[in-house]
Nanobody
Framework: QVQLVESGGGLVQAGGSLRLSCAAS????????MGWFRQAPGKEREFVAA????????YYADSVKGRFTISRDNAKNTVYLQINSLKPEDTAVYYC????????????????????WGQGTQVTVSS
């Protein structure tokens, strides 16, 4: 059974930075697309960023382009999300997820294409 554990969230002031980590265990990691999603109170879970199995391709939501960077270390079974220039509207629970199909990156932005999810880490940005 695949387990994903996020860490690195916290309370930061607007303009600050955080680095989120997601450690995977119990199954294959290196051959799957990994994604980050977030969910704010009262809102649907939304796509933030994704990275191909090799790390060669990255994808971002328009709202985070230029501020967020996704990366992965397949030797450590870990995916990261560096978030800079934080805004109050970035406040949410951030989840990492493993895509259901090996290798393929299609529809990386859809939550229903991922079948393993972490428990989430809270990011709160104060103004």
């Amino acid at each position: 059974q695949v387990q994903l554990v996020e860490s690195g969230g916290g309370l930061v002031q607007a303009g600050g930075s955080l680095r989120l980590s997601c450690a995977a265990s119990g199954g294959s990691f290196s051959s799957y697309v990994m994604g980050w999603f977030r969910q704010a109170p009262g809102k649907e879970r939304e796509f933030v960023a994704a990275i191909s199995w090799s790390g060669d391709s990255t994808y971002y939501a328009d709202s985070v382009k230029g501020r967020f960077t996704i990366s992965r270390d397949n030797a450590k079974n870990t995916v990261y999300l560096q978030i800079n220039s934080l805004k109050p509207e970035d406040t949410a629970v951030y989840y990492c997820a493993r895509k259901a199909t090996r290798y393929y990156s299609e529809k990386y932005y859809q939550t229903n294409k991922y079948n393993y999810w972490g428990q989430g880490t809270q990011v709160t940005v104060s103004s």
